[in-house]
């Protein structure tokens, strides 16, 4: 493919997401103002609990296979490297530049979970279907990839509704938390309030030591004294270490709890529901196929999946009018996401996949090669913009951050791709 080709192929996409969030910029203007902040937010809600479950489920029911779950074992592993290194470089981005805590989480999130579901989804069977495309014959390689994209999406969702979520929660959690906290210094600050605080400590301790006084035995008691002093503290430590105990266990209830509230949120349930069918023949052919049975429950899911990209850009969009005005995001925040999706992580990226070939972990499918390839070269997940719509929290930042990264994405992605082509049939050959 000529370069000029590709250049067109790759960039549609990202030019797609741009025209719908623009949409959704001038529905949520003083002009319009037909998407308004609460507007939003419940579409938003019905996005994280009707439409992604539903892409998910679809995906993933129609085509992902047992087979293909085994032979594909590197991809989970290629993304949670991806995780991993995003992760790494967006904590170390937010050292080095010292920003505010309620902007950490969201500089990582941003490093660290990349759009790898919707953006494969539509530049790789763009690019089966030019002329002369380097994956061989169009039809076989539209299937292909539409499989590798979709299982690449389950597997990025999977991720990201678990670490991503998670990681962004716990932020918003320690955020109101420390805003709490403030406010309690802030009135501790008040003299009169020290003032009667002493008072009433002064007090209680003379209350204690008069109850004290009168709970003391007489002095001619010393070996009785000793012996309850003995019986006392070994009630003590009794108790202490059922305490202790306690404590530990609810520690582990609490990490237990918040476990399950994480892998058991719509998106998460709908994708182990869906690799459940994929990968059980009797029960897929129930319900995916043109003569199954339950035929209508996927085409319902395909339909309501569909709808999961439209409304999450537009939401994007609608806060980037907010987002423009509000945003606290210093340059070098945006700078510094693009330099670690767009330079270092494709570059790990290479590495890490050239690696894998070497030590025979991938099938020879350059399509596959190059699908573990763009992994590392999209920019941020929607999803994350989904939560802090979800958090109510960073949700001018998190435009801003995306209108950005998806300006670049359409220069990188197209530059890379060639690269990723060029260097995934290299890597066949040998």
């Not at 997401?17 to 809600?45: F, H, M, T």
């Not at 170390?92 to 309620?102: Q, R, S």
């Not at 209680?204 to 709970?215: A, I, S």
């Not at 990968?279 to 999961?308: C, H, N, R, Y």
Request: aromatic letters at 8%; hydrophobic letters at 50%; charged letters at 15%.
């Amino acid at each position: 493919m000529e370069f000029w080709s590709l250049l067109m192929v790759a960039s549609r996409p990202v030019l797609q997401v741009l025209l719908v969030g623009l949409i959704g910029a001038i529905l949520a203007s003083g002009y319009v103002n037909i998407l308004s902040s609460n507007a939003r937010r419940d579409v938003n809600k019905i996005v994280f609990v009707v439409f992604i479950p539903a892409l998910v489920f679809a995906s993933l029911a129609k085509t992902v296979t047992a087979k293909d779950i085994i032979s594909w074992w590197f991809m989970p592993v290629n993304i949670g490297i991806t995780f991993l290194i995003g992760g790494i470089l967006g904590w170390a981005a937010v050292k080095m530049l010292k920003l505010e805590h309620h902007l950490q989480a969201l500089v990582i999130a941003s490093c660290s979970a990349g759009n790898l579901g919707v953006m494969p989804l539509i530049i790789v069977p763009a690019i089966c279907d030019e002329d002369g495309n380097p994956f061989g014959l169009s039809k076989i390689c539209r299937v292909q990839g539409i499989s590798y994209a979709s299982f690449s999406m389950v597997v990025g969702n999977l991720f990201i509704w678990t670490h991503t979520y998670s990681l962004i929660r716990k932020s918003v959690s320690h955020s109101t938390g420390n805003h709490g906290h403030d406010v309690l210094t802030r009135m501790n600050k008040n003299p009169e309030t020290n003032r009667k605080t002493r008072m009433f400590d002064a007090q209680e301790e003379q209350d204690y030591d008069d109850q004290e006084t009168l709970l003391l035995p007489p002095s001619d008691t010393s070996d009785t004294t000793a012996e309850h002093q003995s019986e006392t503290e070994g009630q003590l430590l009794g108790r202490n270490l059922s305490d202790i105990i306690m404590h530990i266990w609810e520690k582990l209830k609490g990490t237990f709890h918040k476990m399950s509230e994480e892998l058991l949120s719509p998106p998460t349930i709908s994708a182990i529901i869906g690799f459940t069918v994929g990968a059980t023949p009797w029960l897929k052919a129930f319900i995916v196929g043109e003569t199954a049975p339950l035929k209508v429950v996927q085409d319902s899911m395909t339909l309501l999946g569909d709808s999961t990209i439209p409304c999450t850009i537009i939401i994007l969009g609608g806060n980037l009018t907010e987002g423009l005005r509000k945003s606290t995001v210093k340059p070098l925040v945006i700078v510094a996401i693009i330099c670690v999706r767009y330079v270092i992580l494709p570059l790990s990226g290479i590495v890490v996949v050239m690696a894998a070939g070497r030590l025979g972990f991938l099938p020879q499918s350059p399509l596959y090669c190059f699908i573990l390839l763009t992994q590392y070269t999209v920019p941020p997940a929607m999803s994350v913009g989904t939560m802090a719509q979800l958090f109510d929290a960073c949700q001018e930042e998190c435009s801003v951050i995306f209108l950005w990264t998806y300006l670049v994405a359409a220069f990188a992605v197209t530059i890379w791709s060639v690269v990723f082509i060029a260097v995934g049939l290299v890597e066949i050959k040998r």
